[in-house]
């Protein structure tokens, strides 16, 4: 619970779910192996705990799919623009619906898979030492408000968010004296573990283009274009196509060429743009757990130096937990847009 749990708090400083599978995995795993969890479904945990990001503000993926989607959007009659501050804004409800039912998923495992959980937890911590512990939190909040607030208020745009808060990362460890040699030393495994992972991308990108090539996507999408059915029978088959994508593109390439398709045929059988936004995005994240492309699986492996294999094995369960996570809101729509709503953002 921890896991998924700190996945959300660091979603909310980062945006990038490689970003959350790469710290997590060095910095949890050491400990959940200590404590007796299984590695399989403990790395499966950490790796689809990172598609929190994708969800809660700010995040990178919503962001560059509210660019991409084809605008001016008629909906309900009307044209209207994708506000990026609203999409973000869709993202946080799903997001707390992900960690709570990704938390339930580890407790059905622990029930289901006997010794994949020690008994108890692990060790027990007095409830006034986690009470003393939240004030670890008031930098990560502050850190959220900076990034958050600024972007709403439109003191800079998203990317250079991520800048400031990098700079008041930095500021805040020298602040509490923090050794010039292990912030440099922090920089450089950082720059390490990045190296490491862009191989990944690079090889997922020329995979995509190669894909992208032969049309097979496109053909695809085109296809559940052309389907007569009901709204939900063709989201499930843009699912599907999703799922399919994810096995052999990177998540760029899947958002780059399907969105531009898929996006308008929904838009056009009665979905909220919103309520597309984070779903596809979600799936999009989903489909970086599927073999045998699977960014997500390849960042954790390459940061705990493991077999991916063993991480595609862990992450079923969660990748289930997610897909359901994905049906439900496209059921209920209210999830994306009831904050929205209430906070009277633009496009509502």
């Known amino acids: 619970f921890t896991v998924v749990g700190a996945n959300a708090l660091f979603g909310a400083c980062s945006g990038s779910s490689v970003a959350g599978n790469i710290v997590f995995g060095k910095l949890a795993m050491p400990e959940l192996t200590r404590a007796g969890?299984?590695?399989?479904?403990?790395?499966?945990?950490?790796?689809?705990?990172?598609?929190?990001s994708t969800l809660i503000p700010p995040s990178m993926g919503i962001i560059m799919f509210c660019l991409i989607a084809p605008s001016p959007i008629v909906y309900n009659g009307q044209n209207m623009q994708l506000s990026v501050g609203t999409a973000l804004m869709g993202g946080i409800i799903p997001g707390i619906l992900t960690a709570i039912a990704l938390c339930i998923t580890v407790r059905?495992?622990?029930v289901f898979r006997k010794g994949s959980i020690p008994p108890g937890g692990g060790a027990k911590v007095p409830f006034v030492e986690k009470l003393k512990t939240l004030r670890l939190l008031l930098p990560i909040l502050a850190?959220?408000?900076?990034?958050?607030?600024?972007?709403?208020?439109?003191?800079?745009?998203?990317?250079?968010?991520?800048?400031?808060?990098?700079?008041a990362v930095v500021i805040y460890a020298l602040v509490k004296r923090l050794p010039l040699k292990q912030i440099a030393h922090s920089i450089w495994e950082s720059a390490t573990m990045e190296s490491g992972i862009f191989p990944i991308i690079v090889a997922g990108q020329l995979f995509g283009a190669f894909i992208s090539a032969t049309k097979l996507a496109d053909t695809l999408a085109r296809l559940i274009a052309?389907?007569?059915?009901?709204?939900?029978?063709?989201?499930?088959?843009?699912?599907?196509?999703?799922?399919?994508?994810?096995?052999?593109?990177?998540?760029?390439?899947i958002i780059i060429i399907t969105v531009p398709v898929v996006f308008p045929v929904l838009n056009a059988v009665g979905y909220s743009p919103y309520v597309l936004v984070i779903c596809l995005c979600f799936m999009c994240e989903i489909a970086g757990?599927?073999?045998?492309?699977?960014?997500?699986?390849?960042?954790?492996?390459?940061?705990?130096?493991?077999?991916?294999?063993?991480?595609?094995?862990?992450?079923?369960?969660?990748?289930?937990?997610?897909?359901?996570?994905?049906i439900i809101i496209a059921l209920f729509p209210d999830i994306v847009l009831f904050l929205p709503r209430l906070l009277g953002a633009p496009g509502m």
């Open 108 to 110: 059905l495992i622990g």
């Open 226 to 253: 052309s389907v007569h059915a009901p709204a939900f029978f063709i989201f499930m088959l843009v699912v599907l196509l999703y799922i399919f994508c994810g096995c052999v593109m990177d998540i760029v390439s």
């Open 37 to 52: 969890y299984s590695p399989k479904y403990s790395m499966g945990c950490v790796t689809a705990a990172g598609a929190l």
């Open 289 to 326: 757990l599927t073999p045998p492309i699977g960014m997500n699986v390849f960042a954790t492996a390459n940061a705990l130096r493991v077999n991916p294999s063993e991480i595609f094995k862990g992450v079923v369960p969660y990748f289930i937990c997610e897909l359901a996570v994905v």
């Open 143 to 167: 850190l959220f408000v900076l990034i958050i607030g600024g972007t709403f208020m439109g003191w800079f745009t998203a990317t250079v968010a991520g800048a400031f808060g990098a700079v």
